[in-house]
Every structure is written in structure tokens, then in C-alpha cells.
């Protein structure tokens, strides 16, 4: 039994050569993710009278399996071959990605028909982010810039074997706009002089160029800026005689400017009003 047993891989090995590694023909591509689970299904088993199976990774013995045996695989193994064949692959890892042959070694079966499995390993995206710089967070997480700063974006993530990366500018009253894309992290893009227009949701979105798989991370931007004049002010007297009328008003701020009178304050609206006695 041993010797035709090793005859027999010697030829698929060659077999595999020629017909799966070399051409690509037969290949039936198979996508797993990092750190799951994959199983490979064996097209070669004939169903009934199979006693064995073993199952080839780059030319190489990875597993075999007596079928018709008593001994069933152990569970918690990197490989292991299932009742019908399947060659299952607990907890992937890079190393794993090749080609997979099946083989049903039982006396006088026809090898002619194998197909190759070529398993591709992804990962990703994950940790997608921006990073703006220089902005400052607000107590509620937002971030805001100064109106004519300079500001970079680096919008980054992991992907394997390989993503594609782009930076969208969606304003809060116009239509989202691609700023820039590349096909590898990180991603950078700046404005040298941010406008009042610049602000609006700035997203970095991350595809992974072999499952098409997507994620992304959106930040909203606030711009703000103030006017170069200083506050207006005006006084007249109220209805009454007695009463003076204070007037201010500091147009053309982003946010809405609070005015503050004296030690208190007074109101947060940009046209406050504040009247006292003598
Ligand atoms: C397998 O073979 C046995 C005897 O040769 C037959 O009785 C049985 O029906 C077959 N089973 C299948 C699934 O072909
Ligand atoms: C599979 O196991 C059975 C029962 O133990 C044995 O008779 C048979 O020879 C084995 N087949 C191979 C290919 O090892
Ligand atoms: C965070 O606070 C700013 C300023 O108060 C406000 O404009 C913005 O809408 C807030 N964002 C969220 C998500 O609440
Ligand atoms: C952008 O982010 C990536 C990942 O966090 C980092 O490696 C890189 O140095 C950053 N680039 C800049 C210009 O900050
Ligand atoms: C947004 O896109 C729609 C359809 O493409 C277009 O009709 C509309 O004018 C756009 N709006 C803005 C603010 O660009
Ligand atoms: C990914 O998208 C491309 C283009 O839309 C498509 O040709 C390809 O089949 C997709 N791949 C997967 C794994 O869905
Ligand atoms: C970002 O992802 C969320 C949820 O995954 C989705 O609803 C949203 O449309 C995505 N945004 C963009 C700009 O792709
Ligand atoms: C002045 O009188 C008008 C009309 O009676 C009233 O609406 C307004 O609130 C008064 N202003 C003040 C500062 O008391
Ligand atoms: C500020 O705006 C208010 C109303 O929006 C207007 O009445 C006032 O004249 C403006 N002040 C200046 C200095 O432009």
C-alpha cells in the first residue's frame, strides 16, 4: 500500500504543475477572512466507496484522512477534514493563502478531473480614521478649525492585501464631493486657507480592493471665525427717562458671539440689549 501511495502524490504533485499552478485555468478562486474559518469543498470525492482523502496545499501533504476509519479529526486542530471531504481550516492565517487539491486516494479512481482551490486570504479595513490637524475638540467631541488655517487631513486604515482609500467632503448644504483617493494608507490631503464653505463632514472611506469589503470613519468640522471689526455700540435713552439703553452688536461671526457686560453676561444673541438706571 505504501509504495503506490507515494507514486501517486509524486504525480499529482507534477500534475499540479502543469495543469493548476502553471495555467489557471482550473482554479476556483476562494476568499477567507483573517482568523476565520474556511472550508474547501472536495469536488474530487466520488461519494460513494471513498475510503481516503488527503489534501494538498502547494504541492505538499497538509492533511489526510481515512474516511472509512474510526479516528474523526480533532476539532480544535488547524486543519481537519470533515465526514465528506471538506477540507476545514480553523483560524486563517496569511501563511495559509495557496492552492488546494483534493485528492480521493481510493484504488482506480480517475485523477484527471481535480480542481484546484485557490484560497485568498483578506483582512479589513479596519482602524479606519482622519486625523485633522490643527483642530480642537469641542466638549461634545466636534472639532473645529480657524477660518484661513492651514489644515491636513490624514485619513488612514489596514486592508490586506489591498484597499483603496478616499477622502469625502460632504457639506452640510451641497453635495458630497471626492477630495482625494490613493490606493495604499495613509491618504493626505490639505487646504491651505479653510473657508466657511470648507465646513461639513469630512469621511475617509476604505475598501479592500479584494473583498470590496468597506468602512469608514466621518468627522463633522466646524469653521469659525470672527469679524475684523470690533463690536458696535450705541446708547439712547429707553421709554422711560430714567433709563439708558446700551446697544451692541458683532455681525459676521461663526458661531454666534456671546457679549458680556461688565462682570455679567448678559445674552448670547449678537444684537444684546441692556438697559440699567442711573
Ligand atoms: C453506495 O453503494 C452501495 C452498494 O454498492 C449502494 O447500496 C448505495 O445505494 C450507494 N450509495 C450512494 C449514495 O450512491
Ligand atoms: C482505511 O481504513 C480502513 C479501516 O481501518 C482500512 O481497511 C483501509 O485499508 C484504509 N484505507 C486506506 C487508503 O488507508
Ligand atoms: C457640538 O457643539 C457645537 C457647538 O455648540 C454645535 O455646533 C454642534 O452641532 C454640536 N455637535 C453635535 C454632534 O452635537
Ligand atoms: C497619518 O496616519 C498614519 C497612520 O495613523 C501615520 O502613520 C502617518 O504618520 C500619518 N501622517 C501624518 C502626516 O501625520
Ligand atoms: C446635487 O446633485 C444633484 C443631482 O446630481 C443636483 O441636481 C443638485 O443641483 C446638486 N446640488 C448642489 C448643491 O450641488
Ligand atoms: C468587487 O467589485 C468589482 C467591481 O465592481 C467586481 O468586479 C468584483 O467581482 C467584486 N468582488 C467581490 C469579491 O465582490
Ligand atoms: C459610512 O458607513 C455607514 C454605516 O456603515 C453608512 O451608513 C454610510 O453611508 C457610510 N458613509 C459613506 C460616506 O460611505
Ligand atoms: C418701550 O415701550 C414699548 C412699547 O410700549 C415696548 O414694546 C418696549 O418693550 C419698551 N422698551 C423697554 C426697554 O422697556
Ligand atoms: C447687525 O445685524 C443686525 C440685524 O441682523 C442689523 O440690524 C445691524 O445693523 C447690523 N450691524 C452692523 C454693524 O452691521
Not at 1 to 9: D, K, Q, S, Y
Not at 58 to 72: C, V
Not at 105 to 116: A, C, F, H, V
Not at 167 to 173: K, S
Request: proline residues 6%; contains cysteine; hydrophobic residues 35%.
Amino acid at each position: 500500500m505504501e509504495r503506490p501511495t507515494v507514486a501517486f502524490f509524486q504525480f499529482l504533485i507534477i500534475h499540479l504543475t502543469v495543469t493548476g499552478a502553471a495555467t489557471g485555468q482550473s482554479l476556483e478562486k476562494m476568499v477567507g477572512t483573517l482568523g476565520d474559518s474556511v472550508s474547501l469543498p472536495c469536488h474530487s470525492i466520488a461519494g460513494n466507496g471513498t475510503l481516503s482523502v488527503a489534501w494538498l496545499k502547494d504541492g505538499r501533504i497538509t492533511a489526510s484522512r481515512n474516511l472509512s476509519g474510526l479516528l474523526s479529526p480533532s476539532e480544535n486542530s488547524h486543519f481537519s477534514i470533515s465526514d465528506q471531504g471538506s477540507l476545514n481550516i480553523n483560524g486563517l492565517l496569511l501563511m495559509d493563502k495557496g492552492i488546494y487539491l483534493c485528492n480521493d486516494l481510493s484504488p482506480n479512481r480517475d485523477t484527471e478531473k481535480q480542481t484546484g482551490i485557490q484560497l485568498l486570504i483578506v483582512s479589513g479595513p479596519t482602524n479606519v480614521r482622519t486625523d485633522i490637524k490643527p483642530a480642537t475638540a469641542l466638549p461634545n467631541g466636534t472639532f473645529f478649525v480657524r477660518k484661513g488655517s492651514s489644515v491636513s487631513f490624514n485619513c488612514s486604515s489596514e486592508s490586506y492585501p489591498s484597499q483603496d482609500l478616499s477622502l469625502v467632503f460632504q457639506g452640510f448644504a451641497s453635495n458630497s464631493s471626492v477630495l482625494a483617493s490613493r490606493n495604499r494608507s495613509p491618504l493626505e490631503f490639505r487646504i491651505p486657507s479653510i473657508q466657511p464653505t470648507n465646513q461639513g463632514t469630512y469621511s475617509c472611506i476604505a475598501q479592500n480592493a479584494l473583498s470590496n469589503q468597506t468602512a469608514n470613519q466621518s468627522t463633522p468640522l466646524l469653521v469659525y471665525y470672527a469679524p475684523d471689526r470690533h463690536p458696535e455700540c450705541y446708547w439712547k435713552t429707553g421709554n422711560d427717562s430714567s433709563q439708558l439703553l446700551l446697544h451692541c452688536s458683532w455681525n459676521g461671526s461663526y458661531p454666534l458671539p456671546m457679549l458680556h457686560w461688565g462682570k455679567s453676561w448678559v445674552s448670547t444673541s449678537p444684537n444684546s440689549l441692556y438697559s440699567m438706571s442711573p
